[in-house]
């Protein structure tokens, strides 16, 4: 319980902990930002970790001078897409095998088969759209790896939606990071951001119990 306060915590007021960070570390800031947005597409395990709020607090950090954008922009969009290609190859190597367990309810072949038919109806958008979900894009590439796309094209959406997002969220954060009312409530135009985020997802999940209330 203690470790899930903390976690809120960072995440509500990452402004104040990464100028902390700043001003501890210097420029090893930037391989720390660098490793979180890695580890946060890259790993199946961390996908915890802030993606879409970090971003933005980068952005409007680089707004004050604390940090160059052109240099953020560029570490963090190799981070995402460095990320997101390590995730594709654990899922090519390990996907198989965990899929294998019937019922497994995390890598049920059954949830391959139906992100596979989700890839053939909507294309390598997947990729793109999926970069602005929280958690569903740490498991999207692996899924792709696993059989769900080739990597020719996956790469191409790769590169894609990692510039689309980093440049997005970077973006924002360095327009509108330092408009006195958004910097005097950070806290809940974090939690925003991490609302607007899931809202496909949940919109997703509710298309699919009405369906299957119908049926």
Not at 77 to 82: D, G, N
Request: charged share 10%.
């Amino acid at each position: 319980m203690e470790l899930l306060t903390q976690f809120i915590d960072i995440v509500l007021h990452l402004d104040q902990h990464l100028t902390v960070l700043i001003q501890n570390y210097g420029s090893w800031v930037y391989l720390i930002l660098f490793l979180i947005i890695f580890c946060e597409t890259g790993l199946v395990v961390t996908p915890f970790l802030p993606g879409d709020s970090l971003l933005f607090v980068a952005g409007a950090l680089c707004a004050t001078g604390a940090l160059h954008v052109h240099g953020v922009f560029a570490l963090l969009a190799l981070a995402a897409f460095s990320g997101d290609n390590t995730n594709y190859w654990i899922g090519r190597y390990l996907g198989p095998r965990v899929f294998s367990r019937q019922r497994s309810r995390l890598f049920n072949p059954a949830h391959l088969q139906r992100t596979q038919r989700f890839y053939e109806r909507h294309g390598g958008k997947t990729i793109v759209l999926a970069r602005f979900m929280p958690i569903i894009r740490t498991f999207v590439p692996f899924v792709a790896g696993a059989g769900a796309m080739s990597y020719r094209p996956f790469l191409i959406f790769n590169v894609a939606g990692g510039l689309i997002w980093v440049g997005t969220c970077v973006g924002a954060g360095y327009a509108f990071g330092n408009v006195p009312i958004v910097k005097a409530n950070f806290s809940l135009v974090a939690l925003g951001i991490v609302v607007v985020s899931l809202l496909p997802m949940l919109i997703e999940l509710l298309k699919r119990r009405g369906k299957a209330g119908a049926a």
